[in-house]
């Protein structure tokens, strides 16, 4: 049971990334999946989460209409595209599981992080 998360780099302000989450050992398609991030001397913050019905989307608000979660099953993958990407975006992504299952949680925060995630730079 794995999630890794891979897609990150550098990128200059107002630029995009996708970030793939990727699992092996099980099927995504019956939970709930998300990403989490954290900047260096900052706490933990949960970015965004998708549920096993592509309906069951959550952001947070600093990212909400910026970022686009998403999921391929066939794949075993879900995904997180990052536009308009501005400094405060530089962190630490990590895949994330959902302590409900296939349901995102009520609080976003609830969100639990796997794997080394992947480092996202944001800078001119």
């Known amino acids: 049971f794995q999630l890794q998360a891979s897609g990150g780099g550098l990128v200059q302000p107002g630029g995009s990334l996708r970030l793939s989450c990727a699992g092996s050992?099980?099927?995504?398609?019956?939970?709930?999946i998300g990403w989490t991030r954290q900047a260096p001397g900052k706490e933990r913050e949960a970015v965004s989460c998708?549920?096993?019905?592509?309906?069951?989307?959550v952001y947070a608000d600093s990212v909400k209409g910026r970022f686009t979660i998403s999921r391929d099953d066939a794949k075993n993958t879900v995904y997180l595209q990052m536009n308009d990407m501005q400094v405060e975006d530089t962190a630490v992504y990590y895949c994330?599981?959902?302590?409900?299952?296939?349901?995102?949680?009520?609080?976003?925060?609830?969100?639990?992080?796997w794997g080394q995630g992947t480092l996202v730079t944001v800078s001119s």
């Open positions: 994330a599981t959902s302590p409900e299952g296939s349901w995102c949680p009520k609080a976003l925060n609830d969100l639990n992080p």
């Open positions: 050992g099980f099927s995504l398609e019956y939970y709930a």
């Open positions: 998708i549920g096993s019905s592509v309906l069951n989307k």
